[in-house]
């Protein structure tokens, strides 16, 4: 079965930086992800994915690295700005029948600091 | 762009009550899924179901079933509930193998 995991339970960044979010994974047999964030009272909104035809994907200030044989992706925010403050989730198939079932990380709370 | 709406943003309940937490979405999505937030665990899925009358447990199905007679609804209910099942409770859609579209959620309170 799948496992995500997110070890940094938050991150501090000044803002302008870099932000950048870790995620593990265990089973490689559906290697598409999925990153969302989710401000408080809100559910979480869907912001960038990535397959295994690729080894990055770009949207705005938002990419997604995907490195296989490490079972590792991250997400980088670049410049970040204060309204990135929220939480972030990686989810990934759970390898099991229907890969339309997704299993999520812990989630990063990321701080911007203006 | 997709809607998911879930009924009620806050509920209070009382132990034993039986309880029904309702989500509909807009855009015909087969897939539909209901999570809980809780801090430290992220989201867990409770129930989840591919089509009309159809649904598969979760990981955290204890004490919920779901029913969805519509095709663009999906009713979670708790049977008779419990404070451990106070929590943040999230409906999701999806279509095929896309990303899920979240609701923005209910927030159970079980006294």
């Known amino acids: 079965d799948q496992q995500v995991k997110q070890n940094s339970p938050s991150l501090s960044v000044q803002e302008g930086r870099i932000s950048i979010l870790n995620c593990d994974y265990t089973?490689?047999?559906?290697?598409?992800f999925l990153w969302y964030k989710k401000y408080p009272a809100e559910g979480p909104t869907f912001l960038i994915s990535i397959s295994s035809i690729k080894d990055k994907n770009e949207d705005g200030r938002f990419t997604v690295f995907l490195n296989k044989s490490a079972k590792h992706l991250s997400l980088h925010i670049v410049p970040s700005q204060p309204g990135d403050s929220a939480v972030y989730f990686c989810a990934a198939p759970r390898g099991t029948s229907g890969t339309y079932k997704y299993i999520f990380g812990t989630g990063t709370r990321l701080k911007v600091l203006a | 762009d997709v809607k998911v709406t879930q009924s009620s943003r806050y509920l209070v309940k009382r132990t034993g009550e039986k309880v029904f937490l309702e989500c509909v979405q807009d855009m015909d999505h087969e897939n539909m899924f209901w999570y809980r937030q809780d801090p430290g665990l992220g989201l867990r899925l409770i129930y989840f179901?591919?089509?009309?009358?159809?649904?598969e447990k979760g990981d955290i199905p204890e004490g919920y079933s779901v029913s969805r007679e519509k095709k663009e609804r999906f009713s979670l209910i708790l049977e008779s509930a419990s404070t451990n099942q106070t929590s943040m409770y999230l409906c999701?859609?999806?279509?095929?193998?896309?990303?899920?579209?979240f609701g923005d959620g209910t927030r159970l309170s079980i006294l």
């Open positions: 179901s591919y089509d009309v009358k159809m649904k």
């Open positions: 999701a859609s999806s279509l095929g193998l896309g990303p899920q579209h």
């Open positions: 089973n490689s047999m559906f290697d598409y």
